[in-house]
């Protein structure tokens, strides 16, 4: 069991100094990559924008700013943003560096795995929700502009910078977070908390919380709103299954680490039980 562990063993002083190393080196690549990011801010807000332009053809259609400061901090923010998606490999590298020589063999392969996951899951919903959600949901807000009916004023959109980039971040980051409930429920059956029968009883109160975390996180539109709340129930599901492999695994594991004592000894088994009792009772 102690080789399991690296040899490396340092006194606290040491870990907190490696802690603040990794720390600076995580800061100096995303200041490195917001810089970067910066100069490339239009593109990126237009990317962002591009599902919107594809269904917004009205004529003059646009997005404005009222503030003169608005821009420069709307692109100050993709950039950081930007920078915090290219940076997490790096920052998840130095959390491994960090903490891998203080786990076990098994830990390391129970705790690589999540750590390869997070960004593909995270990405996977962002992914989800930029090609199938923004376009159903902006099509869905769209239709609510009228040109005037009987001599009324006509109604339409003049979306702001700011305001269109929080909306964008805020279902972006719904769905990345939501799209971890996998990792999470696995991560809590390895260490016991959680179990495939629970989960599976819960279901009904699951179904129910991922609307209301739905309601809460997304847009007040029914669209947006059952888009995410599907997904999760899903993602609920894959979770039960996912769970119910790391039972059968550590069962099938318990069982193989206790099938090479009832080998041995064939009809004995019972007297050597005795015996040992016997033992035991006279300590």
């Not at 950081?80 to 490999?89: C, K, S, V, Y």
């Not at 809460?216 to 999760?232: F, K, R």
């Amino acid at each position: 069991m102690v080789k399991d562990i690296d040899d490396s063993k340092a006194p606290l002083l040491d870990h907190l100094i490696e802690l603040r190393t990794r720390l600076i080196r995580s800061v100096i690549v995303i200041l490195v990559l917001f810089v970067a990011s910066y100069f490339f801010a239009d593109h990126i807000y237009a990317f962002l924008v591009k599902p919107l332009a594809q269904i917004y053809t009205r004529q003059g259609a646009r997005l404005i700013f009222t503030a003169l400061h608005e821009v420069f901090f709307t692109y100050v923010k993709v950039a950081l943003f930007a920078a915090l998606f290219l940076a997490f490999p790096f920052i998840a590298i130095q959390l491994w560096k960090f903490v891998a020589p203080g786990l076990y063999k098994n830990e390391k392969r129970a705790f690589l795995p999540f750590l390869v996951l997070t960004p593909i899951l995270f990405f996977a919903g962002a992914a989800l929700v930029y090609y199938m959600i923004f376009p159903l949901a902006w099509k869905f807000f769209l239709s609510f502009e009228t040109s005037g009916i009987d001599g009324s004023l006509p109604i339409q959109l003049e979306a702001k910078v700011n305001e269109y980039l929080s909306l964008v971040m805020k279902l972006i980051f719904a769905f990345g977070i939501s799209f971890q409930l996998p990792l999470l429920l696995t991560l809590m059956a390895r260490v016991g908390m959680a179990t495939s029968k629970g989960l599976g009883e819960k279901r009904k109160y699951a179904i129910v919380a991922a609307f209301i975390a739905a309601a809460v996180l997304t847009p007040p539109d029914p669209i947006s709103q059952i888009s995410l709340a599907i997904p999760i129930i899903l993602l609920y599901e894959a979770s039960i299954i996912a769970v119910r492999m790391v039972e059968r695994r550590r069962a099938r594991e318990e069982a193989e680490g206790g099938g090479g004592t009832d080998d041995d000894g064939g009809g004995d088994g019972g007297e050597d039980l005795v015996e040992e009792t016997d033992f035991n009772l006279g300590r």
